[in-house]
């Protein structure tokens, strides 16, 4: 058995440094850790460790944000001798939420060597995503298009969210942005068709998500009952409301109560594909991916069991 954490130098603006160096002290013996800067550095140490170990069981923890986490798994998809672990260190921690794992980095710390000591794991969903212009990956929380994935796509270049993720507070960013980018935002019409079965037409479209899980944008609570174990997906479109109701529903959301409001339609099934009228912004986990082409169909689809993470339960 081979334990290795996977540390984002760069998640918060640098702050998972200072979370890691009180925990690495008191790492067991025989443990190994690298600090990595891109999505890029964790496929290579990923790829050269499962090499060094093919039979495993090898864990790999990843200590970071939602994007450190996401580009961990997305280098273990499939592979039945890797355990992914996670100790939360971004400033979002979404995933931490959805996954009900602590969002505390001593506390999660701790979990994972008492999970470890168990030896007891459960498998999760993903999901897998397929742009008309050839990009494809998995997302282990949410994918989205339209006004979501244009404030994601900000919101990771604001100068604002560094400032702030200094008093963790980085969060604050998105509803700033959101005020700021709803003035000029077009909104759009798409055709959704799921399990190759129902389509369906929306128009005067702000934004649709697919979730394996409840969280998005630092606890907003976007698909009450998602589940990252059940096999489907939900799908989350925001239609026809007015500037002032979208706000609404954005000051509903954390608590899941934006479900009422009329506008809001959630589906949910295995398959999902998109087509949208004009080209759109997409994130993946958060991080832009370019565009969902107009006309063109985007898949999108969940992978049941396709990772496994280190649990009290199996």
């Avoid at 589906?267 to 994130?283: C, D, F, I, R, Y």
Wanted: aromatic fraction near 10%; proline fraction near 3%; include cysteine.
């Amino acid at each position: 058995m081979k334990t290795i954490f996977i540390v984002n130098r760069n998640a918060k603006n640098t702050y998972s440094l200072h979370i890691w160096e009180r925990l690495e002290k008191k790492l067991d013996a025989g443990c190994e850790v690298f600090k990595t800067s891109s999505s890029y550095e964790v496929a290579e140490i990923i790829n050269k460790e499962r090499k060094k170990n093919p039979k495993g069981p090898l864990y790999i923890i990843g200590v970071g944000g939602d994007g450190t986490i996401s580009s961990v798994i997305n280098n273990v998809i499939g592979q039945k001798n890797i355990y992914v672990g996670y100790i939360p260190a971004g400033s979002g921690n979404d995933f931490a939420r959805g996954f009900t794992l602590p969002q505390n980095g001593k506390e999660a710390f701790e979990w994972v060597k008492h999970c470890q000591n168990k030896g007891s794991a459960k498998s999760f969903d993903t999901g897998f995503f397929q742009l008309e212009k050839g990009r494809n990956g998995y997302f282990v929380n949410n994918m989205g298009i339209g006004l979501d994935a244009l404030i994601a796509e900000k919101a990771n270049s604001s100068k604002w969210k560094k400032r702030l993720n200094k008093w963790s507070l980085g969060k604050l960013v998105y509803p700033f942005i959101l005020l700021k980018e709803i003035i000029g935002f077009q909104r759009f019409s798409l055709n959704v068709t799921i399990d190759e079965k129902n389509t369906s037409t929306f128009s005067n479209v702000w934004f649709l998500t697919v979730a394996n899980q409840q969280y998005f944008g630092g606890g907003m609570k976007i698909a009450p009952n998602a589940d990252p174990a059940d096999g489907e997906l939900d799908i989350i479109i925001v239609s026809g409301l007015a500037k002032w109701k979208l706000l609404l529903l954005f000051l509903s959301v954390f608590q899941g109560k934006h479900t009422s409001i009329k506008g809001v339609n959630i589906l949910k099934g295995e398959s999902v594909k998109v087509q949208t009228n004009a080209n759109m912004p997409v994130h993946s986990d958060g991080d832009s991916i370019g565009e969902a082409v107009a006309n063109k169909e985007l898949n999108i689809t969940v992978k049941p069991n396709s990772f496994q993470m280190i649990r009290l339960f199996s």
